[in-house]
């Protein structure tokens, strides 16, 4: 089943969204695996992101309550590399990075588009958050393609492709230990 799981998925192309959070003096931003419309009401826009627990940045949104979206051009893989190889918690991903503060979210400068929103409900499963956010301000998408995961990919050095492999496995035992014990407690409920 796990095979024919990751075959499916490996269908889809996701576009390549960084998520920026600032609180308490501290930001950071990632880029985010889970980012979905969650609302077919045009005058209520709203986004579903999950999050990691472990993440600096989930710290940071479920503490401030808000944060940006950004959406990529091609030509800007080395900044999803930038905010995608490294932890938040070890270095300040956005020192030496353009960006701009807004309404206390740090937003980064030419991307395809850009939202903010405000979180609305967090659902816990475990291993990530999941957090309904109502769109708050949104900037058009510049015309063209976005950068995608297989875009990001084919650019990737292969340095760079073991350190995501490696960062994915230690997120996946992490997640995995999180999962079993949500499902254990649910179970006892």
């Given amino acids: 089943m796990q095979e024919a799981v ?14 920026t959070a600032a609180h308490d003096d501290r930001s950071g931003g990632l880029v985010a695996t889970f980012v979905m419309k969650a609302s077919i ?15 600096f940045t989930h710290e940071l949104i479920d503490g401030a309550g808000q944060l940006a979206l950004h959406l990529l051009r091609p030509n800007q893989s080395q900044l999803a590399l930038h905010f995608g ?23 980064l400068p030419d991307c395809a588009a850009r939202l903010t929103g405000s979180v609305e409900a967090r659902f816990n499963t475990g291993d990530r958050t999941l ?19 297989s875009r990001l990919l084919n650019v990737m050095s292969d340095e760079q492709r073991q350190t995501l492999k490696t960062q994915l496995q230690a997120d996946a035992d992490m997640d995995r230990e999180a999962i079993q014990k949500w499902r254990a407690e649910r179970r006892e409920q």
């Fill in 131 to 149: 957090f309904m956010c109502r769109i708050t301000s949104a900037e058009p998408i510049v015309p063209g393609p976005v950068l995608t995961m």
């Fill in 6 to 19: 990751r075959r499916i998925f490996e269908q889809l192309d996701p576009p390549v969204w960084i998520v």
């Fill in 41 to 55: 009401v045009d005058d209520e826009p709203r986004v579903i992101l999950g999050l990691a627990r472990h993440h």
């Fill in 85 to 107: 190889l490294q932890s938040g918690r070890h270095t300040s991903k956005l020192q030496g990075v353009a960006h701009e503060m807004s309404s206390g979210v740090p937003l």
